[in-house]
C-alpha cells in the first residue's frame, strides 16, 4: 500500500525551528520528486518546496525562501522539512506529497494526512 | 492573492453539471499542463485530474477536466451530494515553483 506519514509538528515559538518528517512506504521512494504542500485554517492549499528523486534539485515558493530546506534520506525512504525563523503565517497543516511520475510537473498523486504546526508564544 | 484564479463558491442541484474555473497566465497555465484536486475538510487532498484532460484510475467519469489558452475548467456531471468539498487547480509555472488556486467551495443543494 502507497502511504505517507508525516511527523514532527506540534507548538512552536516564533523565531524558532522545527522539523517535520515524511515517512514513505510502498513504492519506491529513490525513484520519485517530493514536495511539501501546506494549509493555513481557513485558507487554501500553498506549495511550498520540491526536491528531486536523487536530492540535488531543490525549489522553494518565495514565503519560505531562505527559511526552510528541503532534504530526503533515501536509504531510509524519508523526507524532511526543516523549518527556521518561523512566523506566525506559519501556522498550518503541513503535507508531503509525491509527484506522479510520467506526468506534467507538479502533479502530487499520493499525499499524506498532514501534520499540524502551531506558532505561537 | 492566488496567481491562479478560481471562483470562491459554485452551487447546483443534485444530478446536475457543474463547472470550475481555473484562469493563469502564459507563465503557468499558459505552458504547462493543469491538475484538479477535490478535498474534504480535515482530510488530504486527492487527485482528481492530471495533464488538463486526464483521470487517474479510480475516478470516475462524471469528472472531466479541459484547457484552453490560459485557462483550464473542471467539470462534474451528476452532482451528488457527496461531491460537496473544496476544489483546487494546480499547475506549475515557469518560475519553478508549483502553484495553487484559492480553492472553490462547491455546494450540492
Known amino acids: 500500500q502507497v502511504r505517507l506519514v508525516e511527523s514532527g509538528g506540534g507548538v512552536v515559538q516564533p523565531g524558532k525551528s522545527l522539523r517535520l518528517s515524511c515517512a514513505a512506504s510502498?513504492?519506491?521512494?529513490?525513484?520519485?520528486?517530493m514536495h511539501w504542500v501546506r494549509q493555513a485554517p481557513g485558507m487554501g492549499l500553498e506549495w511550498l518546496a520540491v526536491?528531486?528523486?536523487?536530492?540535488?534539485?531543490?525549489f522553494f515558493a518565495d514565503s519560505v525562501k531562505g527559511r526552510f530546506s528541503i532534504s530526503r534520506d533515501n536509504s531510509q525512504k524519508t523526507l524532511f522539512l526543516q523549518m527556521n525563523r518561523m512566523r506566525a503565517e506559519d501556522t498550518a497543516v503541513y503535507y508531503c506529497?509525491?509527484?506522479?511520475?510520467?506526468?506534467?510537473?507538479?502533479?502530487?498523486?499520493?499525499w499524506g494526512q498532514g501534520t499540524m504546526v502551531t506558532v505561537s508564544s | 492573492q492566488s496567481v491562479l484564479t478560481q471562483p470562491p463558491s459554485v452551487s447546483a442541484a443534485p444530478g446536475q453539471k457543474v463547472t470550475i474555473s481555473c484562469s493563469g497566465s502564459?507563465?503557468?497555465?499558459?505552458?504547462?499542463?493543469v491538475s484538479w484536486y477535490q478535498k474534504f475538510p480535515g482530510t488530504a487532498p486527492k487527485l482528481l485530474i492530471f495533464?488538463?484532460?486526464k483521470r487517474p484510475s479510480g475516478i470516475p467519469d462524471r469528472f472531466s477536466g479541459s484547457k484552453s489558452g490560459t485557462s483550464a475548467t473542471l467539470a462534474i456531471t451528476g452532482l451528488q451530494t457527496g461531491d460537496e468539498a473544496d476544489y483546487y487547480c494546480?499547475?506549475?509555472?515557469?518560475?519553478?515553483?508549483?502553484?495553487f488556486g484559492g480553492g472553490t467551495k462547491l455546494t450540492v443543494l
Open positions: 526536491i528531486s528523486y536523487v536530492g540535488n534539485n531543490q
Open positions: 510502498g513504492f519506491t521512494f529513490s525513484s520519485y520528486t
Open positions: 506529497a509525491r509527484e506522479r511520475d510520467s506526468s506534467g510537473l507538479g502533479v502530487f498523486d499520493v
Open positions: 502564459s507563465s503557468n497555465i499558459g505552458s504547462n499542463y
Open positions: 494546480g499547475t506549475w509555472d515557469n518560475s519553478l515553483s508549483a502553484l
Open positions: 495533464d488538463s484532460d
